[in-house]
């Protein structure tokens, strides 16, 4: 069907910057949308990023606007978000997603496909 695996999590300082990949194979010509969320422990998956794959037209949560970007090689069916002025309240873990319709959204359930995640920690 469809496989989401992430990658490019790692460690940084406050201010920092990292850039994730998401590696997404399978019955990719049936997704219309990717998208970024990131979740801590105890709290719930939220929505950081989307974008859709033919026109590129995004979206992004407040939290994260100006700061950190989304976007997507279609012929590498890669999808990526550069991560810029990293704070301590981005950490978490990140997880991409796909959902099978051309309308952006930014409520998890609506998604229907999910990687495994990749572990983002900012220190102060």
């Known amino acids: 069907q469809v496989q989401l695996v992430e990658s490019g999590g790692g460690l940084v300082q406050a201010g920092g910057s990292l850039r994730l990949s998401c590696i997404v194979s399978?019955?990719?010509?049936?997704?219309?949308?990717m998208g970024w969320f990131r979740q801590t422990p105890g709290k719930e998956r939220e929505f950081a990023a989307g974008i859709t794959w033919s026109g590129g037209r995004t979206n992004y949560a407040d939290s994260v606007k100006g700061r950190f970007t989304i976007s997507r090689d279609n012929p590498k069916n890669t999808l990526y978000l550069q991560m810029n002025s990293l704070k301590p309240e981005d950490t978490a873990v990140y997880y991409c997603a796909a959902r099978r319709s051309g309308v952006l959204s930014s409520t998890p359930n609506e998604y229907h496909y999910w990687g495994q995640g990749t572990q983002v920690t900012v220190s102060s």
């Open positions: 399978g019955r990719t010509f049936s997704l219309d949308v």
